[in-house]
Nanobody, 123 residues
Framework: QVQLVESGGGLVQAGGSLRLSCAASGRTFSSAGMGWFRQAPGKEREFVAAISWSGGSTYYADSVKGRFTISRDNAKNTVYLQMNSLEPEDTAVYYC????????????????WGQGTQVTVSS
């Protein structure tokens, strides 16, 4: 069992930066692939970034590649999403999630989800 709590969301101007954190509880965190997803009003939840259990592999959606960086600290049971050069289109509720797979980009392969944190980017 893994419990996830996101933090770090907020309001930022276009071009600005935010760092999201996801604190995990549960002894299986260090063996779980982790991902960040987002959902804008009226849209489906979409993949943003994923990282393998060791942190050695990462994968990004094309829309955030080069602007966002996912990382993890297994000693702190925390995964991060550094978001730079934010755009109004990045406005959404951001969720972190845990999967038993090595790395995944699909929502249905993630068994555990946080409650989400709102990110709003003003133009």
């Amino acid at each position: 069992q893994v419990q996830l709590v996101e933090s770090g969301g907020g309001l930022v101007q276009a071009g600005g930066s935010l760092r999201l954190s996801c604190a995990a509880s549960g002894r299986t965190f260090s063996s779980a692939g982790m991902g960040w997803f987002r959902q804008a009003p009226g849209k489906e939840r979409e993949f943003v970034a994923a990282i393998s259990w060791s942190g050695g592999s990462t994968y990004y959606a094309d829309s955030v590649k080069g602007r966002f960086t996912i990382s993890r600290d297994n000693a702190k049971n925390t995964v991060y999403l550094q978001m730079n050069s934010l755009e109004p289109e990045d406005t959404a509720v951001y969720y972190c999630a845990a999967t038993r797979r090595y790395l995944s980009t699909t929502t249905y392969e993630y068994a555990y989800w946080g409650q989400g944190t709102q990110v709003t980017v003003s133009s």
